[in-house]
């Protein structure tokens, strides 16, 4: 194999590193999305999105909002509520507008939510 010197090392030690501040940084609670789509006949446009619950608590209720644009313009907006997710699951939903028919992208958040064993919704 070789011997093993600082111009080795070092790629090995940067990826360790990458892969350990990666993980570490892990939203609480990720979006997912899926492929977004119209239907021309209703004119709605909608996109599937999912929620992953990293933290070791069940999420109640979690509000994902998309933005959908048109190249940089935003031509329509919509929001969906995805309940108990538990620990380490995937939940899903869909989120519609019948602004969005021209449509060529789909940006979204969390834009509140309601974990186990708090009383009031929090807003990001």
Not at 28 to 55: A, C, F, M, Q, Y
Not at 108 to 122: A, D, T, V, Y
Request: include cysteine; charged fraction near 20%.
């Amino acid at each position: 194999m070789g011997e093993l010197t600082i111009a080795r090392i070092i790629p090995i030690i940067l990826a360790a590193s990458l892969a350990f501040v990666t993980a570490a940084h892990a939203e609480p609670v990720e979006v997912i999305t899926g492929k977004l789509s119209h239907n021309d006949t209703l004119g709605w446009t909608h996109i599937s999105v999912g929620v992953k619950n990293n933290t070791t608590n069940t999420v109640k209720k979690v509000r994902v909002e998309c933005g959908f644009f048109h190249g940089l313009d935003l031509i329509g907006a919509g929001s969906t509520i995805i309940e108990w997710v538990q620990p380490g699951q995937k939940a899903y939903g869909t989120v519609m507008t019948s602004d969005g028919a021209a449509s060529n992208k789909a940006e979204c958040r969390i834009s509140g939510g309601l974990w186990e064993n708090e009383e009031k919704e929090e807003g990001k």
